[in-house]
Structure formats: C-alpha cells, structure tokens
C-alpha cells in the first residue's frame, strides 16, 4: 500500500507523538514520511539509486498479508503462553496485561518457522539478492521486539553493534500487524547516512569492545558481560535532530506486508507506543555472500554480545 500526499496527516492532524519520553516537534520542518519504493521494486538500478539517495527503500506491501498473519498468530500464542497478554482481549489482539513491560524479546524469533518464513523466505532474499546483484546472506540471529506502552528505541546507528564484517550491511525492520502512529514503529532521521564525517568518532565505536588496560572497562564488559559504549548516539530524539538537521520519518501507518530496509550509518529509533497493544517487529540483516560477515552474527547459536564476543585492545 502507499499513501498519495494528498491522504497524508497534516501535523494538525497527527497525534501527539513522542520517542525516548520526549515530544516530537511535528511542524513539516522537523517530521515527515517515508517515500514508497513500490513502485520500482522490480528495477534494481532506481532501488540502488534511490538507497543511495535517501538511506533507505520503504516497500510497503511487498509481503502477503496472510504470511505476517500466520506469524504474528504464532508470536501472540507465546505471549499468551507467557502469560504477557491480557486475557480479557482475543489473543491475536496482542494486548498487553495491565501492569507489564515488555521491550526486547529474542526468544520469540528462535525455533518460530512461521517468522523464519517471512524474513528468509524467498521473496526477500530475492529482493536482497536483485538489489545487490549476486548471492547474498543473511545473519542467523534475528531481533524480535514487543514493545509496550511507553516503550520505543533511543536513536542510534547500527554499524556500532555489527561492524566486524562489512558495512555493505542492510537492516530489514518488518511490522507484525497494522501499526498506527500511536503504537509506534521505526523513526529515521533525514539525510543522516550523509554524515558520516561528522559521525567519525561514534561510528568507529564497537560496543563489544574494551581496553585491556582499562580496569573499569574490563570489569564492566568482560565480568558483567556489558559494552564499553551504550551504542546510542542520545536519549533526546528531539535535541539531536536540532543537531544533525533533517527531519524524523516514518510511516503514517506501518502495516502488514510493509518493510523497510536501510545502511549501516543512517540514524533511526523509535516512536514511543502510546496504546496497550504490543508492537510487533522483527530486525533482520542482509550482506552480499562475497563479502566477510560479522562472526558474533552467524551460526547455529550466535555468540551475539556475550561474553565470547568481547574483544580487548589497548587504548
């Protein structure tokens, strides 16, 4: 599905939104909407031209519905067994029981072939595979969120947590349900893959990595297993945007069937979710086969950031 301008919300007519806790300044100068590239999805050439462009490709309905439906079925009948719904609502409502939180939840992505369906399946891999032109692969490990009321995602880039391979890396971030600006979804801040000068110092930041001669940091990342760096670039989506410019985009409805797929140095969050539903998504990467991957990424059960995949220096 995509939206013509003229079915876009106006800030007058938006919600109030926010991210991290703050309020988003709405105006047209600081918020904004993804451009749809279903259009060109066939034409390799304009996806590469317009990622180059823009930092990102939103394809909204790329996927059938009823594919999202039967995994978001199986995500909302482990919550259910989890006892994180509230019982008063149909399962497949994703509400949440009163009084909990719920942020990052992995386990709901491991063993779930109806999710490894959606973001390995065919049709995105031949996606990834037209957009890079050759083989490609795909990390092992898959994010999964269920964001309650008041959660959302501090803004960050992604090279700082997977950057041990190459930076030729694309995230996939895909909706589990129709997803209104209220209960949130993923933010990207305009422009913001054209900074990477001014981002120098945070995108040579490696969050599992430590100095050895450092005896607070190797306290903190070796023996509690934490990172060096808290892998965001501020708690204040509004402050920051003031900084680096541009405008925070979104979707002005996220729905079942949409991704968007963006780099490794564009900055991006999360809108807070304002409602008592949970708010679905999976977070996926991308890489040509050719090119060298990210160890703590791959295999049957991926180190990830524990403790095997610190690595000291001296600094």
Not at 42 to 50: G, I, V
Not at 116 to 127: A, C, N, S, W
Not at 243 to 257: D, N, Y
Request: hydrophobic share 35%; charged share 25%; net charge neutral.
């Amino acid at each position: 599905m995509s939206f013509s301008s003229a079915s876009l919300p106006s800030p007058r007519t938006l919600p109030q939104l926010s991210s991290c806790g703050h309020k988003l300044d709405l105006s047209e100068a600081s918020f904004g909407f993804v451009r749809s590239s279903a259009d060109c999805v066939d034409d390799p050439a304009e996806l590469n031209r317009r990622l180059a462009e823009d930092g990102y490709l939103y394809v909204p309905g790329f996927f059938d519905r009823d594919l999202i439906a039967a995994a978001r079925a199986e995500v909302c009948d482990r919550l259910a067994a989890a006892d994180l719904l509230d019982p008063a609502h149909p399962t497949i409502a994703g509400v949440a029981r009163p009084g909990i939180t719920s942020n990052y939840k992995g386990e709901l992505a491991v063993h779930n072939a109806a999710i490894r369906r959606v973001v390995y399946g065919p049709e995105l891999l031949g996606f990834y595979t037209r957009l890079f032109g050759e083989p490609v692969r795909h990390f092992d490990y898959t994010w999964f969120r269920a964001l309650s009321r008041g959660q959302g995602s501090t803004p960050h880039c992604d090279l700082v947590y997977m950057g041990r391979g190459t930076h030729q890396l694309l995230t996939c971030w895909i909706p589990y349900g129709d997803t209104p600006l209220e209960t949130g979804g993923v933010m990207l801040l305009e422009g913001s893959h054209r900074q990477q000068e001014r981002l120098k110092n945070y995108l040579e930041v490696d969050v599992d990595t430590y100095c050895e001669n450092r005896p607070a940091q190797v306290e903190k990342v070796v023996h509690r297993g934490g990172w060096s760096h808290p892998g965001f670039l501020s708690k204040n989506p509004v402050t920051l945007r003031a900084k680096l410019g541009g405008r925070w985009l979104t979707a002005p409805e996220w729905r079942m069937g949409d991704f968007i797929t963006f780099g490794m140095h564009l900055v991006h969050g999360g809108l807070d979710n304002l409602t008592d539903r949970l708010r679905l998504s999976t977070d996926t990467r991308y890489q040509r086969a050719s090119q060298p991957i990210d160890e703590r990424w791959i295999g049957d059960n991926p180190i990830a950031n524990t403790r095997a995949g610190k690595r000291g220096r001296v600094c």
